[in-house]
């Protein structure tokens, strides 16, 4: 009975479509809505296949999955779910289940999948057992955007296939290689982050490969490199967009051998660690110019995750405002609420800077509302002062070019004769530590950790440019 199927949903006008479709395609269908019908059918009659919904009748469709894997190992398994959550996906994906659809879905698409799955029916391996998932999963939203995201999440799970995230800055790249570690086979061991573009050509060995006591002047005694570091667990290469041509060959030779010899060092050490990348810079250009090499692009592109930017997930924006308005009262911040008017405010904007702009400007929120309730009317005034400086710099045709700037500065400001550096210091150095500074809260040492300079560099800056961290909270 190989093409029979089961659908297991307690919608009665989705399964309607549903078996509309597979009947039409040659399948025979019997429809449940709950656990104990199902267990019922699946005792007097094989089935080639079963859909299952999450949520149903008697309880959660994916708990008991176990025992039905167990009973029926031939039988291919997809699963269907209105929960369009990370943890959703990771549980689905850890039944062992043949696939994924998050709801609304394209039911062109189900039918193909199904025909697939009854293809393969009894050709595998038998699955793995359900296992236990990890709880805080970091990643918020149920768009159809981020269900893409989720899928390719659970599909790198269970093996350490280096893994490329892309995206615009604040998209949360971070998180997601988090979540990758988290959730996966790795989540016993450390996760590494490194900033690639911050670190100079000439110290990328040392910082990544580790070094030898005395391999150099300054190197006092061993130091273990980030590669090391990760050993058993996940390194995590930020910004890799942005890496040194020549710090990408060492890097490249490094993932090509499996292996690194620290500076100054004989033993080679082999790698035992999960790579996953991530940069806010198109690739394919800076291949083409010569800027990135093209055989590391294959080398850390082997699972490319595209996230997307939070003005193609609007819908998500609800929920990642009332997410980090928990997230503010846990860290002490005052205890809000966010009306229904001001969460569709909160929608309509652009947030170029994406879910990094909108949690600093909930945070902001938490601190300076009076009323425990944030609505429209307490949220328009402070848009109104974040629309200013940073779309100052901007014309019809897009962003202001940096030299551009620098020009029309340079005709304001005339500076005098001898001065000319220092006063182009000071200008640029000011909205910067602004932002710094109101990205964390006015807490100088974030704020420094930030900008990756000294906190004491950044304090003696502060006060030669004359601004006071605790003015920038009360900006607006």
């Given at each position: 009975?190989?093409?029979?199927?089961?659908?297991?949903?307690?919608?009665?006008?989705?399964?309607?479509?549903?078996?509309?479709?597979l009947?039409?395609?040659?399948?025979?269908?019997?429809?449940?809505?709950?656990?104990?019908?199902?267990?019922?059918?699946?005792?007097g009659?094989?089935y080639?296949?079963?859909?299952?919904?999450?949520?149903?009748?008697?309880?959660?469709?994916?708990?008991?999955?176990?025992?039905?894997?167990?009973?029926?190992?031939?039988?291919?398994?997809i699963?269907?779910?209105?929960q369009n959550?990370?943890?959703?996906?990771?549980?689905?994906?850890?039944?062992?289940?043949?696939?994924?659809?998050?709801?609304?879905?394209?039911?062109?698409?189900?039918?193909?999948?199904?025909?697939?799955?009854?293809?393969?029916?009894?050709?595998?391996?038998?699955?793995?057992?359900?296992?236990?998932?990890?709880?805080?999963?970091?990643?918020?939203?149920?768009?159809?955007?981020?269900?893409?995201?989720?899928?390719?999440?659970?599909?790198?799970?269970r093996n350490?296939?280096?893994?490329?995230?892309?995206?615009?800055?604040?998209?949360?790249k971070?998180?997601?290689?988090?979540?990758?570690?988290?959730?996966?086979?790795?989540?016993?061991?450390?996760?590494?982050?490194?900033?690639?573009?911050?670190?100079?050509?000439e110290?990328?060995?040392?910082?990544l490969?580790?070094?030898?006591?005395?391999?150099?002047?300054?190197?006092?005694?061993?130091h273990?490199?980030?590669?090391?570091?990760?050993s058993?667990?996940?390194?995590?290469?930020?910004?890799?967009?942005?890496?040194?041509?020549?710090?990408q060959?060492?890097?490249?030779?490094?993932?090509?051998?499996?292996?690194?010899r620290?500076?100054g060092?004989?033993?080679?050490?082999?790698?035992?660690?999960?790579?996953?990348?991530?940069?806010n810079?198109?690739?394919v250009?800076?291949?083409?110019?010569?800027?990135?090499?093209?055989?590391?692009?294959?080398?850390?592109?082997?699972?490319?995750?595209?996230?997307?930017?939070?003005?193609?997930r609007?819908?998500?924006?609800?929920?990642?405002?009332?997410?980090?308005?928990?997230?503010?009262?846990?860290?002490?911040?005052?205890?809000?609420?966010?009306?229904?008017?001001?969460?569709?405010?909160?929608?309509?904007?652009?947030?170029?800077?994406?879910?990094?702009?909108?949690?600093?400007?909930v945070?902001?929120?938490?601190l300076?509302?009076?009323?425990?309730?944030?609505?429209?009317?307490?949220?328009?005034?402070?848009?109104?002062?974040?629309?200013?400086?940073?779309?100052?710099?901007?014309?019809?045709?897009?962003?202001?070019?940096?030299?551009?700037?620098?020009?029309?500065?340079?005709?304001?400001?005339?500076?005098?004769?001898?001065?000319?550096?220092d006063?182009?210091?000071?200008?640029?150095?000011?909205?910067?530590?602004?932002?710094?500074?109101?990205?964390t809260?006015?807490n100088?040492?974030?704020?420094?950790?930030?900008?990756?300079?000294?906190?004491?560099?950044?304090?003696?800056?502060?006060?030669?440019?004359?601004?006071a961290?605790e003015?920038v909270?009360?900006?607006?």
């Open positions: 009975m190989k093409r029979s199927i089961l659908l297991v949903e307690d919608d009665a006008s989705i399964a309607m479509v549903i078996t509309a479709a009947e039409a395609d040659g399948f025979g269908v019997d429809r449940c809505d709950s656990i104990a019908e199902r267990d019922r059918l699946l005792a009659k094989t080639g296949l079963m859909l299952t919904d999450v949520m149903l009748t008697d309880g959660d469709g994916i708990e008991t999955l176990g025992r039905v894997r167990e009973a029926f190992p031939q039988m291919q398994v699963i269907l779910s209105a959550t990370l943890d959703t996906a990771v549980r689905a994906s850890d039944t062992g289940a043949f696939e994924y659809f998050p709801k609304p879905f394209d039911l062109e698409e189900l039918v193909r999948t199904v025909r697939q799955a009854i293809g393969s029916s009894g050709s595998g391996d038998a699955p793995e057992g359900p296992e236990e998932v990890a709880q805080g999963l970091p990643l918020v939203g149920r768009s159809p955007a981020m269900q893409a995201v989720y899928r390719m999440i659970t599909r790198v799970l350490d296939l280096t893994v490329l995230i892309l995206g615009e800055s604040g998209t949360g971070e998180l997601v290689a988090e979540a990758i570690h988290q959730l996966g086979n790795r989540a016993a061991g450390p996760f590494i982050a490194v900033n690639t573009a911050a670190i100079p050509a110290l990328i060995e040392s910082e490969f580790g070094h030898e006591k005395g391999a150099f002047t300054g190197a006092h005694a061993r273990i490199g980030k590669f090391e570091q990760a058993g667990g996940t390194l995590f290469l930020d910004e890799i967009g942005d890496m040194p041509m020549q710090a060959t060492r890097l490249l030779r490094a993932l090509q051998s499996g292996r690194i620290r500076v060092g004989t033993e080679e050490i082999t790698l035992d660690c999960r790579i996953v990348a991530a940069t810079r198109d690739l250009p800076m291949i083409a110019a010569g800027q990135f090499r093209e055989d590391l692009y294959y080398r850390i592109a082997v699972v490319p995750i595209a996230l997307p930017p939070l003005r193609e609007a819908d998500d924006i609800e929920a990642l405002s009332r997410h980090f308005l928990a997230r503010a009262a846990a860290e002490g911040l005052p205890r809000r609420q966010l009306s229904p008017a001001g969460a569709a405010l909160l929608a309509r904007q652009p947030w170029r800077g994406n879910v990094r702009e909108l949690r600093n400007f945070y902001r929120l938490a300076l509302a009076r009323d425990e309730v944030i609505d429209a009317a307490t949220i328009e005034p402070l848009l109104a002062g974040e629309s200013a400086a940073p779309r100052a710099a901007e014309t019809d045709e897009g962003p202001a070019d940096f030299a551009a700037t620098l020009e029309r500065w340079l005709g304001e400001a005339n500076p005098a004769p001898g001065t000319l550096y006063a182009a210091l000071a200008a640029f150095e000011r909205p910067l530590f602004l932002h710094a500074l109101a990205t809260g006015g100088q040492l974030r704020a420094a950790q930030l900008l990756g300079i000294n906190r004491n560099t950044l304090r003696k800056r502060l006060a030669e440019l004359e601004i961290p003015s909270l009360h900006k607006n």
